[in-house]
């Protein structure tokens, strides 16, 4: 199968995502990789990763954002795409070694799950960035010499620190922008951004009634995301409506009542819908309900 089609999601990536498309890469030579939330495209993929609301692994399926997610492991790991994803090929990726395809869940695999799917316990002994250098060493199995290794952990660490001052500056820079959204809003409990900007650390030093935030997605359509009771907290100032949690399109529309809403994460934090005037309805609504 050297000609699939693997589609993943459209807008914002996440680690699961990229790291289920970097597994598959290691399973098949060649794939054509689409990213959308075209459902008709979906149901036409070889291969459908985090979108898709369905999984099923001899089908190709791998979504974990339906109501009742899709599993988790024995330690209550929940998992997300990736984890799916290494479930079906993990081992075939380890060429048939089980306790490397096992270590390498339990160090990777697993700690990005829970981290993409809120679950906080564990997380804190997750890899760090100074364990991601270290791994640039040849071990003793390779005879690549040291400096040539040095070199390319050179290269990476060059991209990661240019990619932490450009977020730094980008940070920076969002502060007026937030501030002035939280002086502007309508309801200090909803604060409306033109355009996507990092807001947390800013709303939390500068407001503390504000309970969501509304802003565009970079493909068009409008989000509204909870704020967290702290910063890097998956605790909520107030979830979005429960009856919410996992719907998307239609499902959706009829519990809400909003003829455009096009989709509530299980974890209700952040929902959507095509129209700001829509996602405003969204925010109204939340507020309403106990």
């Given at each position: 199968?050297?000609?699939?089609?693997?589609?993943?999601?459209?807008?914002?990536?996440?680690?699961?995502?990229?790291?289920?498309?970097?597994?598959?890469?290691?399973?098949?030579?060649?794939?054509?990789?689409?990213?959308?939330?075209?459902?008709?495209?979906?149901?036409?993929?070889?291969?459908?990763?985090?979108?898709g609301g369905e999984y099923d692994a001899d089908a190709g399926r791998f979504d974990?954002?339906?109501?009742?997610?899709?599993?988790?492991?024995?330690?209550?790991?929940?998992?997300?795409?990736?984890?799916?994803?290494?479930?079906?090929?993990?081992?075939?990726?380890?060429?048939?070694n089980q306790e490397v395809a096992h270590s390498v869940d339990a160090g990777l695999v697993s700690?990005?799950?829970?981290?993409?799917?809120?679950?906080?316990?564990?997380?804190?002994?997750?890899?760090?960035?100074?364990?991601?250098?270290?791994?640039?060493?040849?071990?003793?199995?390779?005879?690549?010499?040291?400096?040539?290794?040095?070199?390319?952990?050179?290269?990476?660490?060059?991209?990661?620190?240019?990619?932490?001052?450009?977020?730094?500056?980008?940070?920076?820079?969002?502060?007026?922008?937030?501030?002035?959204?939280?002086?502007?809003?309508?309801?200090?409990?909803?604060?409306?951004?033109?355009?996507?900007?990092?807001?947390?650390?800013?709303?939390?030093?500068?407001?503390?009634?504000?309970?969501?935030?509304?802003?565009?997605?970079?493909?068009?359509?409008?989000?509204?995301?909870?704020?967290?009771?702290?910063?890097?907290?998956?605790?909520?100032?107030?979830?979005?409506?429960?009856?919410?949690?996992?719907?998307?399109?239609?499902?959706?529309?009829?519990?809400?009542?909003?003829?455009?809403?096009?989709?509530?994460?299980?974890?209700?934090?952040?929902?959507?819908?095509?129209?700001?005037?829509?996602?405003?309805?969204?925010?109204?609504?939340?507020?309403?309900?106990?």
């Amino acid at each position: 199968m050297n000609n699939i089609t693997i589609v993943t999601h459209n807008g914002n990536f996440h680690a699961d995502d990229v790291f289920g498309i970097a597994a598959l890469k290691q399973i098949f030579p060649a794939f054509n990789l689409v990213r959308t939330r075209d459902l008709s495209v979906i149901a036409q993929a070889d291969i459908v990763i985090d979108v898709g609301g369905e999984y099923d692994a001899d089908a190709g399926r791998f979504d974990h954002h339906q109501r009742g997610g899709a599993g988790a492991r024995e330690n209550g790991i929940p998992y997300s795409s990736f984890g799916l994803i290494w479930q079906k090929y993990g081992l075939q990726i380890c060429k048939g070694n089980q306790e490397v395809a096992h270590s390498v869940d339990a160090g990777l695999v697993s700690t990005i799950d829970a981290i993409d799917c809120g679950h906080v316990e564990g997380v804190a002994q997750g890899i760090s960035l100074s364990q991601t250098i270290s791994m640039f060493n040849p071990t003793w199995q390779e005879e690549s010499h040291f400096d040539t290794c040095f070199d390319e952990a050179v290269e990476f660490a060059s991209r990661v620190l240019a990619r932490f001052i450009a977020s730094a500056d980008g940070g920076i820079s969002a502060k007026s922008i937030v501030a002035e959204a939280i002086d502007k809003a309508e309801d200090p409990r909803v604060i409306v951004l033109e355009k996507y900007t990092p807001w947390k650390t800013t709303v939390h030093k500068l407001s503390e009634q504000a309970l969501y935030m509304v802003y565009p997605s970079g493909s068009g359509p409008w989000r509204i995301q909870t704020v967290p009771v702290e910063p890097g907290s998956f605790e909520d100032r107030k979830s979005l409506p429960a009856p919410w949690a996992g719907l998307s399109n239609e499902a959706l529309q009829e519990v809400t009542g909003i003829d455009d809403a096009m989709f509530c994460h299980n974890g209700l934090f952040i929902a959507g819908a095509e129209s700001f005037e829509s996602t405003m309805k969204m925010a109204a609504i939340a507020l309403e309900t106990p």
